[in-house]
């Protein structure tokens, strides 16, 4: 081979990895010098923005994965621009296209009678609308020590935004749930990362009483909209409450099973804390890991930001939100004394259960310096939130620290 040849032969084979790897074709890939690696795939292969998005911080871009600065989550209902975004796999053509035809829901298994509904099927069980807080359970994995590997996120994979659908128990009653019935498992249309289609990106599920209770949600319309192609287009589900991993986007099948639902990320230590507390960057066996059902009680101060500078003749208001997997929150206080007193905070009802509540308090310091403000939320089952990160787990799950930002008082 003449080296002109044994260059374009190099080039050819290195496009068509770049290209398979991106998914596109590189139209003016014969400019691209021999050896320069297009930026999407650089070592930090992260687009500024996604499509859909506004002001997210993105931490991966392939698959999908950004969470929402603290200080943008002040809305009582979270926009769509805002709401954090997490997927395992690729975005499916529909939720793209916006096209229904040839989709469908079925639910089998541990039925007396399957079915497969239209969109138009669904709507037709009593409507309900409900704000409901998603949150990613790897949401706080960047505070823990030795890291556990998986997206970094800090505060922001949570959101609580306002959605329209009907109860899952509804449609499951209509297909006669059989007693052998222990377990629900989703299917959605998201391709694998490999490109494999027998695998699926993600396959989880929840108990059977948790697919029958009247918070367990199938929607098809998030604020008003329908379902944006990022959150689940056409129809999810939603178990509120539980990790996000549960509520499955983009639904195409329920499959009632007759044993605890064994699919993709239900298994292995996916999801799942040590039985018993370990210490920091134990190897924990898979049967000493149990699956993460409620998510404990946290919360968040979404205003001032951390590192303001405040005039201290005045009051600074704070504001924030406040949710728990067990229920409501019962008590919100703040601390600005390193956690020596507390101050009880003015803490609303939610709109509805599994809905954030919001918190507002107006604090004064004493004299000029540095402050931080430590918030700390109550359940009603009476957890509280942990100062420091609570029990160390090899995933990184379930960071429920209290959150502290910064004030400098002049
Ligand atoms: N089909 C499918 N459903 C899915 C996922 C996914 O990758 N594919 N990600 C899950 C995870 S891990 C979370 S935290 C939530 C995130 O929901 P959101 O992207 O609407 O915020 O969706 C869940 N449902
Ligand atoms: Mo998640």
């Given at each position: 081979m003449s080296t002109t040849s044994r260059r374009l032969f190099l080039q050819g084979t290195s496009l068509a990895t770049f290209s398979a790897a991106l998914g596109l074709?590189?139209?003016?890939?014969?400019?691209?010098?021999?050896g320069l690696t297009p930026v999407a795939l650089g070592?930090?292969?992260?687009?500024e923005t996604i499509p859909g998005k506004r002001g997210v911080r993105v931490m991966?871009?392939?698959?999908i994965n950004c969470e929402t600065p603290v200080t943008l989550l002040d809305d009582d209902l979270t926009p769509n621009h805002l709401h954090f975004v997490r997927n395992n796999g690729h975005m499916p053509a529909r939720a793209e296209s916006g096209?229904?035809?040839?989709w469908s829901l079925t639910i089998d298994g541990e039925v007396a009678k399957p079915l497969t509904l239209s969109l138009d099927e669904v709507r037709k069980y009593p409507t309900v609308e409900r704000a409901l807080v998603v949150e990613c359970a790897?949401?706080?994995?960047?505070?823990y020590n030795p890291p556990a590997s998986g997206n970094q996120w800090t505060l922001g994979g949570v959101g609580c935004a306002l959605y329209k659908g009907v109860r899952l128990r509804d449609v499951l009653k209509d297909a006669g749930v059989k007693s052998t019935a222990v377990y629900i498992g989703y299917y959605g249309e998201d391709p694998h990362l490999s490109g494999?289609?027998?695998?699926?990106s993600i396959s989880r599920g929840v108990p059977i009483a948790k697919a029958l209770d009247e918070n367990t949600l199938l929607v098809w319309e998030m604020n008003g909209e329908p379902l944006p192609a990022l959150h689940g287009f056409p129809l999810r589900l939603l178990c509120p409450g539980?990790?996000?991993?549960?509520?499955?986007?983009?639904?195409t099948r329920i499959w009632v099973r007759d044993q605890i639902h064994d699919g993709t990320?239900?298994?292995?230590?996916?999801y799942r804390l040590p039985l018993h507390p370990v210490p920091p960057g134990t190897e924990v066996p898979d049967d000493q890991m149990g699956i993460i059902e409620e998510l404990p009680v946290k919360s968040i101060i979404?205003?001032?930001?951390?590192?303001i500078e405040h005039a201290v003749a005045d009051a600074l208001a704070l504001r924030g939100h406040a949710w728990s997997g067990f229920g409501d929150v019962r008590e919100m206080h703040v601390s600005i004394d390193f956690g020596q007193t507390w101050i009880k905070t003015t803490l609303q009802k939610p709109r509805n259960k599994y809905a954030w509540q919001r918190w507002t308090e107006e604090v004064k310091f004493p004299t000029t310096g540095y402050y931080e403000v430590w918030a700390r939320a109550t359940d009603e089952a009476g957890h509280m939130q942990p100062m420091v990160v609570p029990g160390w787990n090899p995933k990184g799950y379930c960071n429920n620290a209290m959150q502290r930002i910064a004030i400098k008082a002049v």
């Amino acid at each position: 081979m003449s080296t002109t040849s044994r260059r374009l032969f190099l080039q050819g084979t290195s496009l068509a990895t770049f290209s398979a790897a991106l998914g596109l074709p590189i139209p003016f890939g014969r400019n691209l010098p021999l050896g320069l690696t297009p930026v999407a795939l650089g070592a930090d292969p992260v687009l500024e923005t996604i499509p859909g998005k506004r002001g997210v911080r993105v931490m991966s871009d392939r698959p999908i994965n950004c969470e929402t600065p603290v200080t943008l989550l002040d809305d009582d209902l979270t926009p769509n621009h805002l709401h954090f975004v997490r997927n395992n796999g690729h975005m499916p053509a529909r939720a793209e296209s916006g096209e229904l035809t040839g989709w469908s829901l079925t639910i089998d298994g541990e039925v007396a009678k399957p079915l497969t509904l239209s969109l138009d099927e669904v709507r037709k069980y009593p409507t309900v609308e409900r704000a409901l807080v998603v949150e990613c359970a790897g949401n706080g994995r960047a505070g823990y020590n030795p890291p556990a590997s998986g997206n970094q996120w800090t505060l922001g994979g949570v959101g609580c935004a306002l959605y329209k659908g009907v109860r899952l128990r509804d449609v499951l009653k209509d297909a006669g749930v059989k007693s052998t019935a222990v377990y629900i498992g989703y299917y959605g249309e998201d391709p694998h990362l490999s490109g494999d289609p027998t695998k699926e990106s993600i396959s989880r599920g929840v108990p059977i009483a948790k697919a029958l209770d009247e918070n367990t949600l199938l929607v098809w319309e998030m604020n008003g909209e329908p379902l944006p192609a990022l959150h689940g287009f056409p129809l999810r589900l939603l178990c509120p409450g539980w990790p996000g991993s549960t509520s499955g986007k983009w639904l195409t099948r329920i499959w009632v099973r007759d044993q605890i639902h064994d699919g993709t990320k239900m298994t292995g230590d996916a999801y799942r804390l040590p039985l018993h507390p370990v210490p920091p960057g134990t190897e924990v066996p898979d049967d000493q890991m149990g699956i993460i059902e409620e998510l404990p009680v946290k919360s968040i101060i979404t205003s001032p930001g951390t590192g303001i500078e405040h005039a201290v003749a005045d009051a600074l208001a704070l504001r924030g939100h406040a949710w728990s997997g067990f229920g409501d929150v019962r008590e919100m206080h703040v601390s600005i004394d390193f956690g020596q007193t507390w101050i009880k905070t003015t803490l609303q009802k939610p709109r509805n259960k599994y809905a954030w509540q919001r918190w507002t308090e107006e604090v004064k310091f004493p004299t000029t310096g540095y402050y931080e403000v430590w918030a700390r939320a109550t359940d009603e089952a009476g957890h509280m939130q942990p100062m420091v990160v609570p029990g160390w787990n090899p995933k990184g799950y379930c960071n429920n620290a209290m959150q502290r930002i910064a004030i400098k008082a002049v």
